[in-house]
């Protein structure tokens, strides 16, 4: 498993009156990185789709705000598989300042579910991808 | 034809670093209006397409921003029908403080169009509801 | 202390290309409760701010995602105060479909600090909005 | 005058139950591409504003949809000056599929005010910047 940081670039579209990032702004940037986590080990959410008949939920989020990001700031967002079981996987996530090794701004965790996407119902991440993504 | 106004609070999600609510917020609050007049009269995004087979899309959107939106603002926001012909429907807007008498922050125009969920090519209108739109 | 609940219509700028709520829209609806939960109390961000120079930030947030939000729905959006001690007030908070005795949607959790909003440092909340936030 | 084109991935985030990029998902893709065309010429929100006390503000905007953003996408979001005078500046933009020869998804217009960030009054653009945003 690697650590993977993609950075984002903070635009007026995400800060709010009180002058930083707004709380679900980063949440959004969460997302991002483990899309890009993701795809970068073949799994594309509108492929999976299309070809296995399965997607990607989010089902839990957590996340602690430490310190504001700012308009203009590169941030940089993590991803990082900390465990994939049956339809579960559990990712830990932070978003620095500038890089990798900038300033904590946020600590989070989020939870995915692969389901069916005709049902919803939990689905096994399929084996294939599931040794791709522990790699 | 009739002007429907639509009070929306303005929370911190809706504002910018600028301190006031950002434009794309103002987009997506005529939006709202526009969804709320048509479900009055009978046009359900969800029941269109399930019943129908139509989907509603934007296909122009034009905003004057005259004066800013605050935190914690009630703004009143309208929608009222100019045109609805073929597969096009026209909408003028308003966003104001407080009320329909209030202060004008925004002007605004929207184009709508009937269109085939499957395919995406425009459909007319439906009669039966052109004629209640008209009313 | 009371359990208060707001009603939130689900409109096309909450949604995603799964077709249900986008899970940082439910994130933002949380606010809103909250936001709505401490103004009915008598704190309101812009003149807490603009009177003491107090501000509220999120610190941390937890949702759990257990059935999906769709397009149209009315949800009804609670937020209960579970502690306040120090600068930091902790908040349980419900997502449930059409009403407070509908389906659970999502469960979550916010911690909001006050703090200095010149320097961002923690501040006690002040006591006479404690004992009103109590009761 | 030279045409800036931004690279934009496409995340769940700027997608809407009818599968493709909401409206106003573009509308903030075509802030993206004025703020970092401006950027790359030495005008900075962030520092305009500290050290001119100068703010821009969106005064209108124009979006024509001609076709849908998918998810997943890599767009070229374009921004183009057409003029500055006084206070004002006028955009042209464009967000195309893939790269700035691929498929028009958008076409649009944005003016731009130099105001006093203090009291939002009009103030002509600074004639230092006016001479290299021109060129």
């Not at 620095?96 to 300033?103: H, I, K, L, T």
Request: charged share 30%; net charge neutral.
């Amino acid at each position: 498993m690697s650590v993977f940081w993609l950075p984002v670039r903070v635009y007026l579209e995400d800060t709010d009156a009180q002058g930083v990032v707004y709380n679900a702004g980063f949440v959004r940037f969460m997302e991002r990185a483990r899309t890009d986590w993701l795809r970068e080990r073949g799994v594309d959410h509108r492929a999976f789709d299309e070809t296995l008949g399965l997607s990607l939920v989010l089902t839990s989020i957590e996340a602690r705000f430490k310190a504001p990001g700012k308009l203009g700031d590169i941030l940089a967002v993590s991803a990082d598989l900390l465990e994939i079981k049956g339809a579960r996987a559990v990712f830990v996530q932070e978003v620095r300042r500038d890089s990798s090794g900038g300033e904590l701004l946020v600590e989070g965790r989020a939870e995915v579910a692969c389901v069916d996407s005709a049902n919803g119902r939990a689905r096994r991440w399929p084996a294939e991808f599931v040794k791709e993504l522990n790699r």
